[in-house]
Nanobody, 124 residues
Framework: VQLQASGGGLVQAGGSLRLSCAASGRTVSNYRMGWFRQAPGKEREFVAAIRWRTSGSTTYADSVKGRFTISRDNAKNTVYLQMDSLKPEDTAVYYC?????????????????WGQGTQVTVSS
């Protein structure tokens, strides 16, 4: 499985970005997927996740709840992260991940599949 993250960039505080994570090598409709981020000098942290299937339920970190929205388009084998009302503290490299096994509701971890990351920089 290969995950290609894109859509990062430089944006002013209060602005928006939409990240995309395109999967290849497998159909991901039956797999839990999510986004993590890592800021300089900090550990990688959970951002959002979406359960398998189109109507999969979503979970968010408290720090992004109400501002970020995760969604999936199974026809395109892609997961998105819409980020609104961005803050300087959202600056980080964002990584998308996919569970190794289908129909799993456990959190994404080191043993799962990860993309290469995309840089998001929010200026004040």
């Amino acid at each position: 499985v290969q995950l290609q993250a894109s859509g990062g960039g430089l944006v002013q505080a209060g602005g928006s970005l939409r990240l995309s994570c395109a999967a290849s090598g497998r159909t991901v409709s039956n797999y839990r997927m999510g986004w993590f981020r890592q800021a300089p000098g900090k550990e990688r942290e959970f951002v959002a996740a979406i359960r398998w299937r189109t109507s999969g339920s979503t979970t968010y970190a408290d720090s992004v709840k109400g501002r970020f929205t995760i969604s999936r388009d199974n026809a395109k084998n892609t997961v998105y992260l819409q980020m609104d009302s961005l803050k300087p503290e959202d600056t980080a490299v964002y990584y998308c991940g996919c569970k190794r096994f289908p129909y799993s509701d456990s959190p994404l971890g080191q043993d799962d599949y990860w993309g290469q990351g995309t840089q998001v920089t929010v200026s004040s």
